[in-house]
Structures are given as structure tokens and as C-alpha cells.
């Protein structure tokens, strides 16, 4: 059944604490609810073209998913449509949808135990499991376990908010009435790669392991797993590419490479073109983006022009890709060496290493007169001598072909990205055998032993 009226809406939205109705607009067709105390809107229900219209606020990792699963969810009518979806009552969208988005709207614009305790639980890396303590510490309040349990049995949102990853301090799994069948929650924690012993997890292998940032903020949990034992071990160190791993740095690679093919006369490239281009440093990013035939002598002058200009504007619109510091906060709490190994010239990487990474790399490096460029071994092998760690101890961690030959020719394992410059069916069909699709699979990657 779907809701069919306004009327239905707005007594779902009213039962949530604090949430009262209003008409500011003086005509009973615009309904909003708001919060109590800062008058904050969730809901807005009005009439339009004689159908019954919803807008409710939605985080931005949801709001492309409502508007692709039904045609009757649309960006926001008169709203900002990064954070407003608009729903038209049609009867296509399942009750049980519309009541999940209204309460999200109003999590939205509240802050409540309930929602920082979601918002924790949604920290629960795939492959670990957490206590209600541990919960209730990610929350902020290490004194409401008993607040994680009720909200483990009221969760609005079973596909995106994991409540199945959270067990007592023994390892016990929760009553069959929290998930709806005696075997349920087993099965989840099963098919999310945690083994289940006689209604019980062992917190020694899959339980997590709560992180302070350096001004105490909690950011992630990890699972606990040392690197002993066992027929394999973790590997002691990772070492990056900077461009399309680490840093999202095509716009100024391309605003660079067109304002010297403007100097020279020639067209510009679209940042499409510049994206295959790059990978095996700016002499050869120059060389690809000048037209065919172009002289040698000529391509020179166009190589120090880059190098020269590129070096002044390397930071104007780069930015680390999402959950990267976090990333490496992770490594180096678990003891993991990191480095930087970029065909970039090397003053580029030393600049943004520090801008950006300052203290997160043990070394960074980058291309310099009379050292051979990746594919090549000799960067990584100069790398690895410096964090005293063997090949065969360390990942390469890149975004395209060259970094998964790179990793090859040195004799480290590879994991590719799929975020960068480079397609996750292009890095596949270039032999990448591991694929990361956001940071924290590379840590994923990095706990199973090798």
C-alpha cells in the first residue's frame, strides 16, 4: 500500500519527537513540519496540478538512488536539489520508502542519540563486528549502550545502516525478534565474511578497533587482526601514486597543459583527453597533448614551460580524494610504512605531499634528472631501501596500466583504484587482480593476510 494523501505523510512526519506543523505560506495547500527549538523544516507537503507533492531533505549518498529507482522521485521542485528530493504521490513509491525518507529528512535536521548512534554504526567496516560499548563510544557517549540496543531493534534503514555487525561483549548475537528470524543476523554476518560459532563471534578476530585522530576526534574503527601467526602476514609497507590515487589533481594537470598549448598556438584538450595522457610523467603528458609531429626542439620548450607554470599552479583546484587521510591515519596506527612514488617532477611531489599529507608519509618521491621513470623499478626500488622493507612485503598502490607494471617489474603486489584516471574494466582488462573501489577496501586488502 502507498500513501495516497498528505494527510497520511504528515501524521508520520508528526509522531517523531519535537515535530509540530505550520503554514506560513497562509494557504492550506503548503503544509511544512519543523523541528521544536530551531524550526528547522523536514517535510513541506503541497498540492500541485491536482496531485499531492512531498519534499524531504536526503543525504547526498541516497539521492541519486531514490531518483533512479522510482520516476516519481525527482530533485527538489523549488529546493536545493543536492539536498531536497521531491515525491510525487502517484502510488509508485512503496509506503514503507516514503516513510523511510521522511525519517531521514529528520535526521537530518536533528541531532539526536538515535542518529549518532546510526551514524556509528554505519563506521562498521565490512568483515568486523562491534560491541553496543563500542557503538555508544563512536557516538560519543560511551554511557549509552543501552540506547545502541534499542536502536538496533527500531533501525529505519536495514540496507545502509549494518545493525547486524553489532553484538554483546561476549561476542553474542542479538534475540531473533531484533532481525525477524532465529538465523537471520548469523547469516548477514556470514555472507559479510565474519564466522559465527554457536550464536557467537570471536572478538579477537573479527571485532574492531577504535581510532583517535590527533585532536582526539574518533574517525574510523578497524578490526582487530595482528599480523602474526598464521601461514601469512600483513605487509609492512604501502607505497602510492600521487596522481588519481592519492589527489584528485587532473583539473590543474589540464589547466596547466592548456595555457601552454594556448602560448604556443595550439588547441587546447578536454580534460577527457588529458585524463589518457597522463601516467608516465609531464615530458610524456607534453608530448601526447602536443599535435603530431610536433619538433622535438619545440616540445623542450613546451616541457619547461609545463614544468615551470605547473609548479606555481599545482593546488588550485587538487584536493586528496575522499578518505584518504583517513586511510593513512589507519596505516600508521597499525605501523604500516607509507611512501609516495609519482613520475611527477619532484618538487610537484615534495609541494603537495606537505600541503596536503604533512607527517602521513614516511617518503616521498618523485621524478628527478637521471633516475628512470615508472614503469620502471628504480624509483620503487630507491623507495624501499629507505623504509627498509623487501618487495615482497609492500603494495604499490595505483590508479592505471603503468602503475600495475610498475608494481610487477618491482615484485610488490599491486592494488589498483578505480577512483582515479582510470576505469575499474580498464585497470581489469590491464591485469589488475585487486581492485579497491574506495579507501577503505585498500584497507581491507592490507588486514587479510597474504
Known amino acids: 500500500m502507498t500513501m495516497l494523501t498528505g494527510k497520511e505523510a504528515l501524521d508520520y512526519a508528526l509522531s517523531f519527537p519535537d515535530a509540530y506543523q505550520d503554514a506560513p505560506f497562509h494557504d492550506d495547500r503548503w503544509q511544512l513540519v519543523r523541528v521544536e527549538g530551531t524550526k528547522k523544516t523536514f517535510l513541506?507537503?503541497?498540492e500541485k496540478d491536482g496531485r499531492v507533492i512531498l519534499d524531504v531533505?536526503?543525504?547526498?549518498?541516497?539521492?541519486?538512488?531514490?531518483?533512479?529507482?522510482?520516476?516519481?522521485?525527482?530533485?527538489?521542485?523549488h529546493l536545493n536539489k543536492e539536498h531536497w528530493n521531491t515525491v510525487i504521490l502517484d502510488g509508485t513509491v512503496p509506503d514503507?520508502?516514503?516513510?523511510?525518507?521522511?525519517?531521514?529528512?529528520?535526521?537530518?535536521?536533528?541531532?539526536?542519540?538515535?542518529?549518532?548512534?546510526y551514524e556509528a554504526v554505519r563506521k562498521i567496516p565490512k568483515g568486523c563486528a562491534a560491541t553496543y560499548q563500542d557503538v555508544a563510544r563512536l557516538a560519543g557517549n560511551p554511557k549509552m549502550s543501552r540506547a545502541v540496543g534499542n536502536a538496533l531493534h527500531k533501525?529505519?534503514?536495514?540496507?545502509?545502516?549494518?545493525?547486524?555487525?553489532?553484538?554483546?561483549?561476549?561476542?553474542?548475537?542479538?534475540?531473533a525478534f531484533a532481525f525477524g528470524g532465529p538465523d537471520v543476523q548469523a547469516d548477514k554476518l556470514r555472507e559479510d565474511g565474519i564466522e559465527v560459532v554457536d550464536g557467537k563471534v570471536d572478538l579477537n578476530q573479527f571485532g574492531v578497533r577504535i581510532l583517535e585522530d590527533a585532536g582526539g576526534s574518533l574517525y574510523a574503527v578497524q578490526r582487530k587482526q595482528s599480523s602474526g601467526g598464521g601461514p601469512g602476514k600483513m605487509k609492512k609497507a604501502l607505497i602510492f601514486d600521487?596522481?588519481?590515487?592519492?589527489?584528485?589533481?587532473?583539473?590543474?594537470?589540464?589547466?596547466?597543459?592548456?595555457?601552454?598549448l594556448k602560448q604556443y598556438g595550439f588547441l587546447e584538450r578536454t580534460t577527457d583527453e588529458i585524463r589518457m595522457f597522463v601516467g608516465n610523467g609531464i615530458r610524456k603528458l607534453v608530448e601526447r597533448a602536443a599535435p603530431c609531429q610536433t619538433d622535438s626542439g619545440l616540445i623542450e620548450e613546451m616541457?619547461?614551460?609545463?614544468?615551470?607554470?605547473?609548479?606555481e599552479h599545482c593546488q588550485v583546484k587538487t584536493k586528496p580524494y575522499e578518505g584518504i587521510p583517513e586511510l593513512l591515519k589507519e596505516l600508521k596506527a597499525l605501523g604500516i610504512r607509507t611512501a609516495v612514488v609519482s613520475n611527477k617532477a619532484d618538487a610537484a611531489v615534495q609541494t603537495l605531499s606537505k600541503q596536503y599529507f604533512d607527517g602521513l608519509f614516511d617518503v616521498s618521491s618523485g621524478a628527478k634528472d637521471g633516475m628512470t621513470l615508472k614503469p620502471d623499478r628504480e624509483m620503487c626500488d630507491s623507495v624501499l631501501s629507505l623504509l627498509k622493507v623487501n618487495a615482497k612485503d609492500a603494495f604499490y598502490v595505483g590508479d592505471s596500466e603503468v602503475d600495475i607494471e610498475t608494481a610487477k617489474n618491482a615484485g610488490m603486489d599491486c592494488i589498483s583504484v578505480s577512483w582515479g584516471f582510470r576505469?575499474?574494466?580498464?585497470l581489469l582488462s590491464?591485469?589488475?587482480r585487486l581492485v579497491a573501489d574506495k579507501p577503505g577496501d585498500v584497507l581491507e586488502y592490507v588486514m587479510q593476510k597474504q
Not at 106 to 116: E, H, N, S
Not at 303 to 311: F, G, H, Q
Request: charge should be negative.
Open 155 to 175: 533501525n529505519p534503514d536495514p540496507e545502509g545502516t549494518p545493525c547486524f555487525r553489532i553484538v554483546n561483549a561476549k561476542g553474542e548475537l542479538a534475540g
Open 44 to 46: 513541506l507537503v503541497f
Open 430 to 432: 590491464s591485469g589488475a
Open 57 to 77: 531533505k536526503v543525504r547526498p549518498e541516497w539521492r541519486d538512488f531514490w531518483r533512479q529507482t522510482f520516476p516519481s522521485v525527482i530533485p527538489g521542485y
Open 242 to 260: 600521487m596522481d588519481g590515487t592519492i589527489l584528485d589533481t587532473l583539473e590543474d594537470l589540464k589547466d596547466s597543459m592548456n595555457h601552454v
Open 96 to 117: 514503507k520508502d516514503i516513510k523511510m525518507m521522511i525519517a531521514e529528512s529528520y535526521d537530518l535536521v536533528t541531532d539526536t542519540p538515535t542518529k549518532r548512534i
Open 303 to 311: 616541457y619547461c614551460a609545463m614544468l615551470s607554470y605547473y609548479r
Open 423 to 426: 576505469s575499474r574494466e580498464a
